[in-house]
């Protein structure tokens, strides 16, 4: 059983910053993703930014080159720095992890405001 308890959300300006974090424990073996996911008013879920246990990250293209996703292994903390923040990155804000020894688990989902 993985759980995941996402915390660092909350209310910024256009152009401001927010750091987002995901406390990972429980079972996990095997290769894995990690991931954020986002939910935007009126829109389906989408991936924001993923890394793999090869190293391999990816990002959705509307935002590359503006937040970079990271990982503390000693803490098993995932991280999401967003920065130049747009009102369209208001959304909930959701912890991945999946892999094929251990599935799909979500977190609870932490909100996120971006004033224009």
């Not at 935007?40 to 590359?64: F, H, L, Q, W």
């Amino acid at each position: 059983q993985v759980q995941l308890v996402e915390s660092g959300g909350g209310s910024a300006e256009a152009g401001g910053s927010l750091t987002l974090a995901c406390k990972v424990s429980g079972w996990i073996k095997g290769f894995n993703i990690r991931a954020w996911y986002r939910q935007s008013p009126g829109k389906e879920r989408e991936m924001v930014a993923e890394t793999t246990e090869g190293g391999t990250i990816n990002y959705a293209d509307s935002v590359k080159g503006r937040f970079t996703i990271s990982r503390d292994y000693a803490s098993n903390i995932l991280y999401l720095q967003m920065m130049n923040l747009k009102p369209e990155d208001t959304g909930t804000y959701f912890c991945n992890v999946k892999g094929s020894l251990i599935g799909t688990s979500w977190g609870q989902g932490i909100q996120v405001t971006v004033g224009s």
